[in-house]
């Protein structure tokens, strides 16, 4: 069953990317990293201006389970973070694709076309978990 | 290798349960949301499979003497048919072969149950001990049977609707003692710091047992929150809090070894000859974040490991046991190394939360 939604783009990481209207892309985990990990009671955003190189370690996800790696799926210098996951990490259990975790202004707005679209995302997940 | 499974692993999937590996056993992580299955317990009751569990009898004349000498606590607590006693099993060097629990039933009959990852050689060194020193014991693992336990504070009332044969065998019991009713052995002890009973079955019923405390309004708990109530609880977890490799007044069970009495036990020479220098304490994260087993404790006396570390659904704050330097103090801050961070925590007297409440 596929409910990721087709306009976001994904990364083999399990991060979610959306293109804004500014040219900035918003980032959260996938439905699936969230159900993998469970009920979330911490998470840790990059500093706002950090520069960002595609595949670096650049936030945490902690589940009352355990933590779990972001990575930033595109290179680009970190212009925003959520400031509502702070007080309700549970939010990207509820809502995983309307959490988004922290927002980059991308190096190269052209590197998100390298990233996977919800079909090929979605074969991604149904292949890891065999 | 193929995971081994208890009997209610068809009926954990039925109910939407996320399976994983737990040492070798495909077990229940959750149902849904481990930390509402967490307050499920502490605010009503919830069910657990436990059948990976290992119940062990032991028959035979001598069984006392010879437990004396095997359990670091005294057996000689024992003296009403069904008292139970937490107690550890040592090496001669000290360390924890496992922590278990030892009924007595009859002096030619004691209970034991022990923990799933351990079960085998826990029997091993059983047997191989009494052969030099009780060698007319019998020791059976009773791999037919199954447990579950049901806790939270309505847990006795659900397990008499579902087994009222079994209530007026139960209902006088005191905490840490069982009933042997037939078919059920009802033992009023627990995993999660709330009232509740474990219950052990033969596998053929489990599965029918497991469904009327479900239609009775018994909520399934997995392993997940399981791991959380205990922690609250203050109790120890075999492999995490404590191995082979660290003995019980190192891993804060000096309360369950008896090093005053005359009698002697295998491990009691080391524990005497290595007095502890390092204890556990309790730890409270004062900082955003989670603590977590493995991290470094840094304190003014020296460095210490976290053994059992997560968040605390009660307090909604993350909670941990840790092994300090024996100098530290309670209410002491220290540090502990998240990722790139030192994060302050104070250290406290634990049990976290029990009986429905917060303590610290």
Redesign the interface.
């Known amino acids: 069953m596929s409910n990721n939604p087709s306009n976001l783009k994904y990364a083999a990481s399990h991060e979610w990317v959306k293109t804004e209207a500014d040219g900035t892309v918003s980032i959260g985990i996938s439905n699936h990293a969230q159900e993998l990990l469970g009920d979330m009671v911490f998470v840790e955003c990059p500093a706002v201006g950090r520069k960002l190189k595609a595949g670096e370690e650049c936030a945490v996800v902690e589940s009352v389970k355990a933590a779990s790696d972001v990575y930033a799926p595109i290179s680009g210098t970190v212009t925003a973070i959520n400031p509502a996951l702070d007080k309700a990490p549970e939010a990207i259990n509820t809502d995983p694709y309307g959490s988004w975790m922290f927002k980059l202004k991308p190096d190269n707005a052209a590197d998100i076309n390298s990233l996977m679209d919800a079909a090929a995302y979605q074969a991604h997940v149904d292949s890891e978990a065999h | 290798m193929t995971l081994k499974q208890t009997p209610l692993n068809a009926a954990h999937r039925t109910m939407g349960a996320?399976m994983v590996d737990f040492g070798g056993w495909d077990m229940p992580?959750?149902y849904g949301?481990?930390?509402d299955e967490h307050h499920q317990v502490r605010r009503d009751c919830g069910m657990f499979d436990v059948s990976h569990m290992r119940t062990v009898d032991i028959h035979g004349e001598g069984v006392r003497t010879f437990l004396r000498y095997l359990l670091a606590n005294n057996v000689d607590k024992l003296q009403t048919s069904g008292k139970a006693l937490y107690s550890c099993m040592l090496r001669p060097a000290g360390g924890v072969i496992d922590d278990l629990i030892v009924y007595f039933m009859r002096e030619d009959w004691f209970r034991i149950v022990v923990n799933a990852g351990t079960a085998d050689k826990d029997i091993a060194w059983m047997k191989e001990q009494a052969a030099s020193h009780a060698p007319q014991l019998k020791i059976t693992s009773r791999n037919e049977l199954a447990m579950v336990a049901v806790q939270g504070p309505n847990a006795h009332a659900k397990v008499w609707q579902v087994l009222p044969q079994t209530k007026a065998a139960t209902e006088g019991l005191q905490i840490f003692q069982a009933a042997d009713c037939g078919d059920y052995f009802v033992a009023r002890t627990g995993y999660t710091g709330e009232e509740g009973f474990e219950i052990i079955l033969p596998a053929t019923l489990v599965e029918a047992f497991w469904d009327n405390l479900h239609k009775a309004g018994v909520a399934p708990i997995g392993l997940?929150a399981r791991d959380?109530l205990r922690l609250e609880a203050g109790m120890n977890l075999y492999g995490q809090d404590m191995d082979e490799t660290i003995n019980p007044l190192e891993a804060g069970l000096a309360w369950t070894v008896d090093l005053k009495s005359e009698r002697d036990f295998i491990g009691k020479a080391a524990l005497l000859a290595n007095p502890p220098t390092r204890k556990m304490v309790g730890l409270v994260l004062l900082d955003?974040?989670?603590l977590?087993g493995h991290q470094q404790v840094h304190s003014a006396q020296g460095v210490g490991e976290i053994t059992s570390g997560?968040?605390s659904?009660t307090l909604e704050k993350?909670i941990a046991l840790a092994r300090v330097p024996k100098e530290v103090q309670i209410g002491d801050t220290v540090q502990v190394a998240i990722?790139d961070k030192m994060l302050n925590a104070k250290i406290v007297k634990y049990p976290f939360a029990r009986n429905g409440k917060g303590l610290i």
Do not use: E
């Open positions: 996320k992580v959750n949301s481990q930390i997940g959380t955003r974040g989670v977590r997560s968040f659904p993350s990722r």
